[in-house]
């Protein structure tokens, strides 16, 4: 049971690359987030899936795209990447609402972007 | 709409010291309330939860309760070690907002041997 896996760990990339985040989870669970965290800004969320299927902007969506591929995998897309995407980006997983669940949310380990 | 406000930090402590961090929130409903932990190079992992009030979430010593009088859920320990060097972050996960979490801005602590 990994829990929730993101690859890379770690990406370089020039202004104007683009690339994929990749996330999975092996908890069966409903609803997939993509963060960012930044020195003294805390987590913002970029996009969430509350479910199979369906995706929503959060907090900063602006710049990036994301795709639910299956229950497991929800992956965030930077087209064209800017220097201001530079930040370690976490995905989570939680169960999703419903009656009795509280919605704690499980991280994966971080993807680490620098964009030159 | 729903926010988080935690102490500032950085803190900074001596092996064995008493530890108070601040979390105050806003929001609609009847939040859930949380404490994660980040330790250097790693993702957030949930320290404890209190789902409603005057619950006391507790894990490894760290304790927090559900204050709704006062919309607090302050982190306590009484006696910190040097492997608790972390930053924590205090969030809400509000009833009519179900999927998201809102986070505080967290707060570094460091405790020297």
């Known amino acids: 049971n990994a829990g929730v896996t993101q690859t890379p760990k770690f990406q370089v990339l020039k202004t104007g690359q683009s690339m994929t985040l990749q996330c999975a989870q092996d908890?069966?669970?409903?609803?997939m987030y993509w963060y960012r965290q930044d020195p003294g800004m805390g987590l913002r969320l970029i996009y969430y899936s509350a479910s199979e299927g369906t995706t929503d902007k959060g907090e900063v969506p602006n710049g990036y795209n994301v795709s639910r591929l299956n229950k497991r995998e929800f992956s965030l897309r930077l087209e064209s990447a800017a220097p201001s995407q530079t930040s370690v980006y976490f995905c989570?997983?939680?169960?999703?609402?419903?009656?009795?669940?509280?919605?704690?949310?499980?991280f994966g380990p971080g993807t680490r972007l620098t964009v030159l | 709409g729903n926010s988080v406000t935690q102490m500032e930090g950085p803190v900074t402590l001596s092996e064995e010291a008493f530890l108070t961090i601040n979390c105050t929130y806003t929001?609609?409903?009847?939040?859930?309330l949380f404490w994660y932990v980040q330790y250097p190079g790693e993702g957030l992992q949930l320290l404890l939860k209190a789902t409603k009030a005057d619950d006391k979430g507790s894990n490894k010593g760290f304790e927090a309760t559900y204050r709704k009088e006062t919309t607090s859920f302050h982190l306590e320990k009484g006696s910190v070690q040097v492997s608790d060097s972390a930053v924590y972050f205090c969030?809400?996960?509000?009833?009519?907002?179900?999927?998201?979490?809102?986070f505080g801005k967290g707060t570094l602590l460091t405790v020297n041997p």
């Open positions: 989570a997983s939680s169960e999703g609402s419903g009656a009795g669940r509280v919605n704690e949310q499980f």
């Open positions: 929001a609609t409903g009847y939040p859930s």
């Open positions: 908890m069966n669970h409903n609803s």
């Open positions: 969030a809400l996960n509000s009833g009519g907002s179900n999927y998201k979490l809102t």
